[in-house]
């Protein structure tokens, strides 16, 4: 059974910083684009960040790049995202998911979204 499980969210204050992570388990992603989306209450999900197969290759949402950084461990079959800056209007919940494209880049996740995990709740006080 595949499984992605995110971890590492939590409350912070505004300017702080929270690394999240996701770990794979039930398959290998390492021939896969990684990425993070973001959802509120009522709101649609939305693109965080992806980083292609090899981790040679990142594209970010206007609204987080220069402050969030994706990463990958493909030995750990793992995906980060480190959260610097934070602002309160990055408070949603995030989720981690895997593509659909073998030796995809980070582009092309939009467009071949697999495998999801279940989210962390981050909230950021101002």
């Known amino acids: 059974q595949v499984q992605l499980v995110e971890s590492g969210g939590g409350l912070v204050q505004a300017g702080g910083s929270l690394r999240l992570s996701c770990a794979a388990s039930g398959r290998t992603f390492s021939s896969y684009a990684r990425g993070w989306f973001r959802q509120a209450p009522g709101k649609e999900r939305e693109f965080v960040a992806a980083?292609?197969?090899?981790?040679?290759?990142?594209y970010y949402a206007d609204s987080v790049q220069g402050r969030f950084t994706i990463s990958r461990d493909n030995a750990k079959n793992t995906v980060y995202l480190q959260m610097d800056s934070l602002k309160p209007e990055d408070t949603d919940v995030y989720y981690c998911v895997a593509g659909s494209e073998k030796y995809g880049g980070a582009g092309s996740l939009g467009r071949n979204l697999g495998s999801w995990g279940q989210g962390t709740q981050v909230t950021v006080s101002s």
């Open positions: 980083i292609g197969w090899s981790g040679g290759s990142t």
